[in-house]
């Protein structure tokens, strides 16, 4: 159980395109969802977090126009990276949680990942 | 500023043999600690998840032990496998956010 489906696994678009990453609980329906981002031999940094139907919460320092997150219902939330540029370029990650927000002791389930790759 | 710092970095053990990760922190409030697995490519794989009340906590051949006073925190693989093979990242809770570590690159050869 606890199944979180990411897609697309990997994307290689050109410089100025929006990207549309999907993020989906199979098998539960989470409260909260999580988006991730790591670049190589790095650990996870946390973008944002959204409740399903609410605005998400974004970390300092990650432009909310940029990264745009949708969480529409219980089981799926998107996260648009709009106009996106080589900088952009990482692996990126969503979790999905029964918890209410990070620091709950749910315990977060983790996607596969998408790696972007800008051109 | 919370901090959640491996060690080591990275380590090469012979398949069958156990090894012992580290991570210590400074988070505080503490809520919770949890050990994840990470193959390449992949997300992360939870282990273990421990409150402050736990000392220790098994999972398989994985054993995460839980020191609050001292804020540290060891993962214990016993008899590894090639499949061990990963990056195992300790992440610490407060009461708002999760504090992740760099991780440790755990290689096994046979």
């Known amino acids: 159980g606890a199944v979180v489906s990411q897609h697309p696994s990997w994307v290689i678009c050109k410089s100025g395109t929006s990207v549309k990453i999907e993020c989906r609980s199979l098998?539960?329906?989470?409260?909260?969802m999580f988006w991730y981002r790591q670049f190589p031999k790095q650990s996870l940094m946390l973008m944002a977090t959204?409740?399903?139907?609410?605005?998400?919460?974004?970390e300092q320092g990650v432009e909310k126009d940029k990264f745009l997150i949708n969480h529409a219902s219980l089981t799926l939330s998107t996260l648009t990276v709009t106009s996106a540029h080589p900088e952009d370029s990482s692996f990126y990650i969503c979790?999905?949680?029964?918890?209410?927000?990070?620091?709950?002791?749910?315990?977060?389930?983790f996607g596969d990942g998408t790696r972007l790759s800008i051109l | 500023k919370n901090q959640v710092e491996q060690s080591p970095q990275s380590l090469i053990i012979l398949e069958g043999k156990n090894c012992t990760l580290q991570?210590?922190?400074?988070?505080?409030?503490?809520?919770?600690l949890r050990w994840y697995k990470q193959d390449t490519g992949r997300g992360p794989v939870s282990l273990t998840i421990?409150?402050?009340?736990?000392n220790t906590k098994s999972n398989g051949r994985y054993t995460a032990t839980l020191d609050a006073d001292t804020k540290q925190s060891s993962l214990h693989i016993t008899a590894s496998q090639l499949s061990d093979s990963a990056s195992y990242i300790c992440v610490v809770s407060d009461d708002y956010k999760l504090s992740f570590g760099a991780g440790t690159t755990v290689t096994v050869r046979a």
């Open positions: 421990m409150t402050f009340s736990e």
């Open positions: 959204s409740n399903e139907g609410s605005k998400a919460t974004y």
């Open positions: 098998d539960f329906q989470a409260t909260t």
């Open positions: 979790s999905a949680s029964l918890g209410q927000g990070p620091y709950s002791n749910q315990p977060q389930h």
């Open positions: 991570c210590n922190y400074t988070v505080s409030p503490f809520s919770n």
